[in-house]
């Protein structure tokens, strides 16, 4: 047997731990770590006969210059079923780029027609809470738009942040929900899903947005148990006031996540009050003397930051007083000094000392502003 190759081992076998804590019988907690070595990436098609998929156009009028199709309706769109499809518990495995941080994800694997498996420079797998990509381009690489093509196709505008997709073209059934739930859940965690089944139009919404990007490839063009070819697009924002508050309050809660793995746990809990010592010492201070008060955040916010300043100034003052005993012991005789901190030789030459004027700096000329864009689109 020859020995492995640098190219081969380079793809040895990635293995994955589980940590399992459980109860014996005797009420002691054990801890079990689970290792698995995760499989290859399958080949989904045959490469020899694998053949690259053109863009439909989806449009009634073709712009040269953003190379974009606009205009007609938006269920104006191809309805040729996809030639292949993901199956995730199938097809996943780790590739080249499992060995490259921040790679993105396999566009072909996500429609289920990449022929290269473990040899393929892109991952095969779902994306998860940690892939976090730049907001200008999406888990596959490519670039986002300005604004929203007409139809709500292609990659989306990289100026606001979209979870959920639109899904048209539904066969109407009693049983409606319980199918576009089966086969969306597939390919990630759903926050909520809507279904409005007099017009077979359902509005599927992802906790992680990397996850809608992911789906919107994977189910477009594809069957759904009556062979219906469904419009899968990227959803309008939604006018509730309820989901844009809804909305609003997410995204504090995922910058107020973000500081809190930035900041140090102590700090963190010093801030959030969940410090005990910190929680008891407010208890009684905070009362100001009061029986029954109990002062408000900004109120002793306030009255940490004064004893703050007044401990700054305490600490400078003895150096202050040092220096001006320093002055007048020194002064009174050797220099002659008349009671001040400075001696008449320096008060002299004080006055014959003339500071010139500093000159302004001219202003910094800025740059242009650099607009963000891009020419290449996809129509799914």
């Known amino acids: ?55 439909a156009p989806t449009g009634t009028i073709y712009n040269i210059y953003y190379n974009l199709w606009s205009g007609g309706d938006r269920e104006d769109v191809s309805q040729t079923a996809a030639s292949g499809r993901c199956v995730v518990a199938r097809d996943s495995g780790y590739t080249q780029a499992d060995r490259t941080p921040g790679a993105y994800f396999c566009l072909f694997f996500a429609k289920g027609i990449c022929p290269k498996g473990v040899d393929c ?54 049983d409606i929900e319980e199918i576009v739930a089966r086969h969306f ?26 996850n809608s990007q992911f789906a919107k490839e994977a189910m477009a063009h594809q069957p759904l148990d009556h062979g219906e070819i469904i419009n899968v697009r990227w959803a309008t924002v939604d006018p509730n006031p309820a989901a844009a508050k809804r909305e609003a309050h997410r995204i504090e809660e995922q910058a107020a996540e973000a500081i809190r793995k930035a900041l140090p746990a102590a700090y963190v809990a010093e801030i959030e009050g969940r410090d005990p010592e910190l929680r008891k010492r407010r208890k009684i201070d905070g009362t100001f003397g009061l029986q029954g008060y109990e002062a408000p955040d900004d109120v002793w916010f306030a009255k940490e930051k004064a004893e703050a300043g007044a401990g700054a ?9 040092l220096l001006i005993e320093k002055a007048h012991a020194e002064g009174d005789d050797a220099a002659g000094n008349t009671g001040g901190i400075f001696s008449n030789s320096t008060l002299a030459a ?14 910094v000329a800025t740059g242009p502003l650099v607009g963000y864009g891009s020419d290449d689109d996809d129509s799914d």
């Not at 597939?186 to 077979?200: H, N, P």
């Not at 100034?313 to 007083?321: C, G, I, Y």
């Not at 004080?350 to 202003?363: I, N, V, W």
């Open 1 to 55: 047997m020859e020995p492995p190759t640098a190219a081969d081992q380079s793809l040895v076998p990635i293995t994955t731990e589980q940590t399992l804590i459980t109860t014996n019988a005797e009420g002691k907690k054990i801890k079990k770590i689970i290792r698995r070595k995760r499989r290859p990436a399958r080949p989904q098609v045959d490469a020899a006969t694998f053949k690259p998929e053109e863009a």
């Open 121 to 174: 420079d892109y991952l095969h797998r779902l994306p998860g809470t940690t892939d976090i990509f730049p907001s200008n381009v999406d888990c596959f690489g490519r670039d986002k738009q300005a604004d929203y093509r007409d139809d709500m196709g292609g990659t989306g505008s990289f100026q606001r942040q979209n979870r959920t997709l639109y899904i048209g073209r539904i066969h109407v059934t009693d």
């Open 185 to 210: 859940q597939e390919w990630g965690q759903i926050e909520r899903t809507r279904v409005l089944t007099a017009r077979g139009v359902a509005f599927v919404t992802y906790l992680n947005e990397a």
């Open 313 to 321: 100034r305490r600490l400078d003052a003895p150096e202050e007083q």
């Open 350 to 363: 004080l006055k014959g000392y003339t500071t010139a004027s500093t000159a302004h700096r001219p202003p």
